[in-house]
């Protein structure tokens, strides 16, 4: 039930955009999308429930298309610090178990 | 930051031995889950809680035991240890179903 997360993996130089994609075969109740530095824990970026809304935080945006079950997470004018493992977890309608995708290694160079 | 602490954060074990991981938070918070993270698999669950004693298999749940006799406490146990279950386990929480996760620190265990 792991949703599936693409790319796996993708490096950037400063200031370049990426869209890291997921996707899901069942009906969600919602999205969540966290970023996870090597050797810690994951941390929280946000959370997309059921109505296509779609969200920000500072130059790191989201969206949820619920017909087709898919969540992409846009990173705008990447910089060094958003160098990590970004993990999407989803809840499929009428569950409490939140799944976690395979991750997309984001590595941004100067 | 979230008052969710795991214990031990690293452990080695032999093969065969029972080990059990430790969940504690203090936020009094309904869903508790476990996963294991390992290279090219990112994280899977493993079992989860929504209340005391009510508990549920994830998607890699054999091998594995759980517990939840008081809000605060998850444990997952393992029963008899293996090479397999060499991982780094995570911890989360969640107040409720449109609620987002805190995680644990992690531990590290390697079975020999």
């Known amino acids: 039930q792991q949703p599936v997360q693409s790319p796996q993996a993708v490096i950037l130089r400063e200031g370049e955009d990426a869209v890291i994609n997921c996707s899901s075969s069942?009906?969600?109740?919602?999205v969540h999308w966290y970023r996870q530095k090597h050797g810690e824990a994951p941390v929280f970026l946000m959370i997309?429930?059921?109505?296509?809304e779609q969200k920000g935080h500072e130059k790191i945006s989201a969206s949820f298309n619920e017909k087709k079950q898919q969540s992409s997470l846009y990173l705008t004018a990447s910089q060094l610090s958003y160098s990590g493992t970004y993990f999407c977890?989803?809840?499929?309608?009428?569950?409490?178990?939140?799944?976690f995708g395979t991750g997309t290694r984001l590595t941004v160079i100067p | 930051d979230a008052g969710i602490t795991q214990s031990p954060r690293h452990k080695v074990t032999e093969t065969g031995t029972p080990v059990t991981l430790r969940c504690h938070q203090t936020?009094?918070?309904?869903?508790m889950y476990w996963y294991r993270q390992d290279p090219g698999h990112g994280l899977r669950l493993i079992h989860y809680?929504?209340?005391?004693?009510?508990?549920d298999k994830g998607e890699v749940s054999d091998g594995y035991s759980v517990s939840r006799s008081k809000t605060e406490d998850f444990l997952l146990t393992l029963e008899s240890a293996t090479s397999s279950q060499t991982s780094v386990y995570f911890c989360?929480?969640?107040?409720?179903?449109?609620?987002?996760?805190?995680f644990g620190q992690g531990t590290r265990l390697t079975v020999v």
């Open positions: 069942k009906a969600l109740y919602s």
């Open positions: 977890g989803t809840v499929a309608t009428g569950a409490n178990n939140l799944f």
């Open positions: 936020e009094n918070h309904r869903y």
């Open positions: 809680s929504y209340g005391v004693k009510d508990t």
């Open positions: 997309l429930l059921k109505g296509g």
């Open positions: 989360a929480i969640r107040v409720q179903g449109d609620t987002e996760a805190f």
